[in-house]
């Protein structure tokens, strides 16, 4: 494993090079707002008709369309929807600078072949671990999200301390910058989200969920139990792991979670997890999600639907609108 920090990187190397970041939502605002209090020159690319133009500029950032602003830049960061860099490239490569580097957040436009970068181009990744959210607070707090980066494409042999730099200037060298392909991100990130972090953990919830409710349990109480509580789980592991966890619950707790977690994951949903990860590999689920796509969302639209209309949901919000203190 190879680890980067602020020691390793030169973020003057970035001091005559302006940074467009095509985008302004989760990614986008944390980045370039983090970029520009590094005292780095940042440009934001956006439709002038979109929802997030008049706010880059509330913010104090040049803001222009996406084919002006990737004009004179040495870098052009990517912080679109997935689903739409393919047709934002098409649209500004025209006026991309010869020798400029592409960079992304997530490898899935490159990896799974949706942009073929001009041969001139640099293109790397750096992937912060964690929401724009987050990108930013922690810098504003003198910390850092750490960061991966990986390098595809290499025609100025700068690729690399570009991408570093670029790190840096977001914060994220602080908290270390892990070396990793654009292979590897795209498909452990898409299947974090997909068996663990988003898919795993909303099925196991609502499964809990629904065996309580169809036990005859109140469906409050079963909310509380399942869905409230994971947060304080959550915390302790993302602050100490395993250990943490097991020293702040109960023996109880400790002895229900090993004999009872196993027989829950067992060997069949392990089995499932794998076939969810040969569907990332083998490019099943990128074509499936850009078919769906060009589809027009049919499918993500039904389930998305059934998903908030959910009883868990109803019973959810009468609950957390008591507890006034969960929005602040
Ligand atoms: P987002 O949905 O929050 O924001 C998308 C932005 O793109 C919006 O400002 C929108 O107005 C703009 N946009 C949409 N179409 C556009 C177009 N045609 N031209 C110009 N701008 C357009 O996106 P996000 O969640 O920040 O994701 C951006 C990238 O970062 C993705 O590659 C994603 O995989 C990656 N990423 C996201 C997270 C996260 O926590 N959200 C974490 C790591 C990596
Ligand atoms: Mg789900």
Request: proline share 3%; with cysteine; hydrophobic share 40%.
């Given at each position: 494993?190879?680890?980067?920090s ?5 973020l ?6 302006r940074?467009a970041?095509l985008?302004?939502g ?9 970029l520009?209090d ?14 997030s ?17 990737v ?21 500004v490569?025209?006026n991309?600078e ?10 899935f ?10 041969e ?9 671990k ?18 991966l ?8 042999g ?6 570093l ?14 070396e990793t ?39 409050e109480?079963a ?57 990332i590999?083998?490019g ?14 049919p ?7 059934a998903?908030?209309?959910h009883?868990?949901e ?5 609950l957390?609108a ?7």
């Open positions: 494993m190879r680890m980067y602020e020691a390793d990187v030169d003057s190397t970035l001091n005559d090079s940074i970041v985008g302004y989760s990614q986008g605002r944390a980045h370039a707002l983090n520009r590094s005292g780095l020159d940042v440009v934001v690319g956006l439709r002038r008709n979109g929802a133009f008049s706010k880059a500029e509330a913010d104090g950032l040049k803001v222009m369309e996406p084919g002006e602003a004009k004179g830049a040495a870098i052009v960061m990517f912080l679109t929807p997935d689903m739409v860099q393919k047709s934002l490239y098409a649209a490569v025209d991309i010869q020798g400029a580097t592409l960079l992304f957040a997530h490898g436009a490159i990896h799974y072949e949706q942009i073929t970068p001009r001139d181009l640099d293109v790397a990744l750096i992937a912060p964690g929401p724009g959210g987050l990108v930013r607070r922690q810098y504003e707090e003198g910390h850092g999200v750490p960061c980066v990986a390098v595809n494409q290499d025609a100025t700068n690729a690399l301390p570009v991408a730099a670029y790190a840096a200037g977001i914060g994220g060298a602080r908290a270390g910058v892990i392909t654009f292979a590897e991100e795209t498909e452990t990130d898409l299947f974090g989200e997909q068996a663990v972090l988003c898919g795993g953990a909303t099925e196991l919830i609502v499964a809990g969920f629904e065996t309580l409710v169809e036990a005859g349990y109140q469906p109480v909310y509380y139990e399942v869905m409230h509580e994971l947060k304080l789980i959550v915390d302790l592991l993302h602050e100490g792991g395993l250990k943490k966890m097991h020293k702040f619950i109960s023996d109880t707790a400790a002895y229900g979670d090993m004999v009872s977690g196993p027989r829950v994951v067992d060997d069949n949903s392990r089995a499932k997890m794998k076939d969810v990860l040969t569907d590999q083998n099943t689920f990128a074509r499936n999600w850009i078919a769906e796509n060009e589809a027009g969302m499918e993500f639209k039904r389930m998305m639907q998903d908030l209309e009883p868990i109803k019973v959810g919000a009468d957390r008591r507890m006034d203190w969960l929005s602040e």
